[in-house]
C-alpha cells in the first residue's frame, strides 16, 4: 500500500496562474481531506468529501475548488492563484466507521505563488 | 469554530529531559488526538483519546483526556533526538478535524 500520495510535492505559480493538486489514496477510505498548513497557524480544513461525487467546505474554503469523481482521488483547484495561497498543502482520509477514526496524512505539497 | 489553544509554541530541551504540552478549547471535546509531524512529512497519530479523565501511554508518550472535556495534555518522557518536529493537538468536529497551531520541539543533544 503506498497510503496517500499527493502530486506535485513542489510547484512555484506566478499571480493569476492556475493550478490543480491531486491527492490519492489505495486504502479504499470513504473520507478525504485537504488543509493547508501556515506557520503558526497549525492546520485549517479548506474542503472535504465523505464520498465519491460529494464535497463539502471546511474552514477556508474561499479561492478553492475540488473535485471528487473517483473515490480514491480527491482534486483541489487553484483557478486564480493570489500570494496569500502560498502554503503547504496536506491531503489526508480516513474510513467512514466514526469521527474519530484515525486520519493519515499525505507528504504534503509546498506550493509558492509570486 | 470550535478552536483549540496549545501551548508551548515551542519548547528546546536537553536530550534526556521530560517535556509537557497542553491543549484547551472553550468548547467541548468527545475525542482528543495528539499527532506528530516530522520535518517535510505529514501528521502521524500517535495517540487517541476517548474519555474524559482517560490516561493514556504510547510508548514514552502519556497523554490525558480533560476532565472537563476541554483540554488534554501530553507527555514525552526520557526525550531522544528523534522526537524533534511539531506536535499537534486534535479534536473531531462533526465530519472534519480542527488542529491547535502545534508545539515545536527541538532536543539537543
Known amino acids: 500500500n503506498a497510503g496517500v500520495t499527493q502530486t506535485p510535492k513542489f510547484r512555484v505559480l506566478k499571480t493569476g496562474q492556475s493550478m490543480t493538486l491531486l491527492c490519492a489514496q489505495d486504502?479504499?477510505?470513504?473520507?478525504m481531506y485537504w488543509y493547508r498548513q501556515d506557520p503558526g497557524m497549525g492546520l485549517r480544513l479548506i474542503h472535504y468529501?465523505?464520498?465519491?461525487?460529494?464535497?463539502a467546505k471546511g474552514e477556508v474554503p474561499d479561492g478553492y475548488n475540488v473535485s471528487r469523481l473517483k473515490k480514491q482521488n480527491f482534486l483541489l483547484g487553484l483557478e486564480s492563484a493570489a500570494p496569500s495561497q502560498t502554503s503547504v498543502y496536506f491531503c489526508a482520509s480516513r474510513e467512514k466507521r466514526t469521527s474519530t477514526d484515525t486520519q493519515y496524512f499525505g507528504p504534503g505539497t509546498r506550493l509558492t505563488v509570486l | 469554530g470550535q478552536q483549540l489553544n496549545q501551548s508551548p509554541q515551542s519548547m528546546f530541551i536537553q536530550e534526556g529531559e521530560d517535556v509537557s504540552m497542553n491543549c484547551t478549547s472553550s468548547?467541548?471535546?468527545?475525542?482528543w488526538l495528539w499527532y506528530k509531524q516530522d520535518p517535510g512529512e505529514g501528521p502521524v497519530l500517535l495517540i487517541a483519546l476517548y474519555k474524559a479523565g482517560e490516561l493514556t501511554s504510547n510508548g514514552r508518550l502519556t497523554a490525558q483526556f480533560g476532565i472537563t472535556r476541554k483540554d488534554s495534555f501530553l507527555n514525552i518522557s526520557a526525550s531522544i533526538p528523534s522526537d524533534v518536529g511539531i506536535y499537534f493537538c486534535a479534536g473531531p468536529n462533526n465530519n472534519d478535524m480542527r488542529f491547535g497551531a502545534g508545539t515545536r520541539l527541538t532536543v539537543k543533544p
Open positions: 468529501s465523505v464520498g465519491e461525487g460529494t464535497t
Open positions: 468548547s467541548i471535546f468527545n475525542t
Open positions: 486504502m479504499n477510505h470513504e473520507y
